[in-house]
């Protein structure tokens, strides 16, 4: 079974950063592409970050610039550094991964239906 395990929320004053990480199974790590995703309460779950099989990177115009989504050098965890937090930021963060069969995943995946596997989510609050 694949396993998504998020970790690293809190609460963060408006401008501050956060870090947040997710324990992804080992054996999709390398060939899926992997996400971060956000849901508000009453609200869609919208795509933040991705990251592909071969590294390039996605983000949605409301976090360009801020946030950044990486893969770490040991091949299990998914990170998304948030800086200069703003209040809209606050949610519920899910990571998810789109897992195919065979071959690398390859693309710009922000749209919560291509993904197969989801975790239970970390709660960010920014305060204003």
């Known amino acids: 079974q694949v396993r998504l395990v998020e970790s690293g929320g809190g609460s963060v004053e408006a401008g501050g950063s956060l870090t947040l990480f997710c324990e992804v199974s080992?054996?999709?790590?390398?060939?899926?592409?992997l996400a971060w995703f956000r849901q508000k309460d009453g609200g869609e779950r919208e795509g933040v970050a991705m990251?592909?099989?071969?590294?390039?990177?996605t983000y949605a115009d409301s976090v360009q610039g801020r946030f950044t989504i990486s893969k770490d050098h040991s091949g299990s965890t998914l990170s998304l550094q948030m800086n200069g937090l703003r209040p809209e930021d606050g949610a519920t963060y899910y990571c998810?991964?789109?897992?195919?069969?065979?071959?690398?995943?390859?693309?710009?995946?922000?749209?919560?239906?291509?993904?197969?596997?989801w975790g239970q989510g970390t709660q960010v609050t920014v305060s204003s």
């Open positions: 080992r054996s999709v790590y390398t060939r899926a592409c």
């Open positions: 990251v592909d099989g071969f590294r390039q990177s």
């Open positions: 998810a991964a789109r897992v195919t069969p065979s071959g690398t995943c390859a693309g710009e995946y922000l749209r919560s239906f291509d993904y197969n596997y």
